[in-house]
């Protein structure tokens, strides 16, 4: 019995910290690559994901609580509550996103960290910031996912999202030449298709 419980504890702990790092990667990713065309170029990349981090921490906290009920409908099998309360959230989440990503494309955010790559910073995080979106359909998604004993799949989403971003940043910043606005379409591509195939493998099994 009690090696059986530690299988399912491992079986979602290590996916779901797996997810986690490849998806905190994705800035790390852009810095290391667009660093190889100067120190003004990663220090606006770092800069700019600095403040996309505070919404992230703010979509996992959302997260955070929506898991908490879904597990619950999950230990009933009550998938129509679940595909509900996900839908509820998902559509306050993608609107808030939206505005805060307009906004931030809108607003010189970026001077209130330094004036000396704030011109970079800015044309990084106009693209960048469209990911939050697509980041919160994967973050919210992996919820239901998870509580229902599929935790490999939103691991397995983020996954093919990290190395579509690797190689779209190398043909974007390398092939293109088009520098920190190469990186930030990398990202928003990257993020989006982790979306879609997150969103697809949740309806699938959870809330179809």
């Known amino acids: ?58 979509i996992a906290a959302a997260a955070s609580g929506v898991s908490i009920f879904v597990a619950q409908y999950a230990g009933r099998n009550a998938k129509v509550e679940s595909a509900r309360l996900i839908q509820v959230v998902m559509k306050w989440t993608f609107l808030i996103s939206i505005l805060v990503s307009i906004l931030s494309s809108i607003l010189p955010v970026m001077n209130l960290y330094t004036r000396d790559v704030a011109s970079q910073a800015m044309d990084y995080m106009r693209v960048a910031i469209w990911a939050i979106p697509f980041q919160a359909y994967t973050v919210l998604y992996s919820v239901p996912l998870r509580c229902y004993h599929h935790a490999k799949e939103p691991f397995y989403a983020s996954a093919i999202g990290i190395l579509a971003n690797t190689a779209l940043n190398a043909l974007l910043i390398f092939g293109f030449k088009w520098g920190v606005l190469g990186a930030a379409l990398a990202t928003v591509l990257s993020t989006a298709l982790s979306a879609i195939i997150i969103a697809y493998y949740c309806y699938a099994i959870c809330l179809g």
């Open 1 to 58: 019995m009690e090696h059986s419980f530690q299988r399912q504890v491992w079986s979602i702990a290590l996916p779901t910290a797996l997810q986690s790092l490849v998806q905190n990667s994705l800035g790390i990713i852009d810095q290391v690559m667009i660093g190889q065309l100067g120190m003004t170029m990663i220090a606006a990349t770092g800069f700019a994901n600095k403040y996309i981090s505070i919404y992230q921490t703010i």
